[in-house]
């Protein structure tokens, strides 16, 4: 997809466990376009498994800020410390 100023559209994924706000859709939007330096679309997708939070995805990179992923990082950090203990 090209945009209007001819530079192609970086589609990101992201994934919320309720619909964005247009507020925080186009604060994310801004961002986005300026550290990347090319126009932003989201494709939003809504999944309370996430639990709260955010997870952005595009090519091959992943920003995973939900509560389910801290949530599975502290419980792979318990299960090794435990097997450390052993």
Same mark, same amino acid.
């Given at each position: 997809?090209?945009?209007?100023?001819?530079?192609?559209?970086?589609?990101?994924?992201?994934?919320?466990?309720?619909?964005?706000?247009? /507020? &925080?859709?186009?604060?994310?939007?801004? !961002?986005?376009?300026?550290?990347?330096? *090319?126009?932003?679309?989201? $494709?939003? #997708?809504?999944?309370?498994?996430?639990?709260?939070?955010?997870?952005?995805?595009?090519?091959?990179?992943?920003? /995973? &800020?939900?509560?389910?992923?801290?949530? !599975?990082?502290?419980?792979?950090?318990? *299960?090794?410390?435990?097997? $450390?203990? #052993?």
């Amino acid at each position: 997809m090209t945009s209007a100023s001819g530079k192609d559209v970086l589609v990101v994924s992201v994934v919320t466990a309720t619909p964005l706000s247009d /507020d &925080a859709r186009t604060k994310i939007v801004e !961002k986005l376009t300026k550290e990347l330096s *090319q126009p932003v679309q989201l $494709e939003e #997708r809504v999944a309370p498994s996430v639990l709260g939070g955010l997870r952005l995805q595009f090519g091959d990179y992943l920003y /995973d &800020a939900t509560v389910a992923g801290q949530l !599975k990082d502290i419980q792979v950090a318990l *299960q090794k410390a435990g097997e $450390e203990g #052993r």
